[in-house]
């Protein structure tokens, strides 16, 4: 079940920040993973948050982030991509001009 939370802070350069609720004494730590939101995954300073979390160690943190979400909306589900199971995928593709004639 999800609860009310306020972003403390967000670091958008490193994909984390901090949200403040009456059950995370001391905040819970967010990581952009955890953000249930469609297209880029950002939050905003003093943003209302719906707030689900778990205890355990985060970067100095008792309290981690399994997911956030704009309050009073719903949480968007991620789109699985195609991949052989690693963290990143990437391709490229090279096409080169056929010699000139001689």
């Known amino acids: 079940m999800a609860v009310k939370a306020v972003v403390r802070e967000w670091h958008d350069d490193e994909g984390w920040g901090v949200v403040d609720a009456l059950e995370v004494p001391g905040g819970c730590w967010v990581g952009f993973a955890a953000v249930a939101v469609a297209g880029y995954r950002v939050l905003r300073r003093e943003q209302e948050v719906a ?52």
């Open 51 to 102: 707030l689900e979390w778990q205890q355990g160690w985060q970067d100095g943190y008792s309290y981690r982030a399994l997911r956030v979400w704009p309050w009073g909306g719903e949480p968007v589900q991620a789109e699985p991509t195609a991949s052989d199971g690693g963290a990143y995928s990437s391709s490229l593709t090279l096409t080169f001009d056929p010699d000139p004639p001689a």
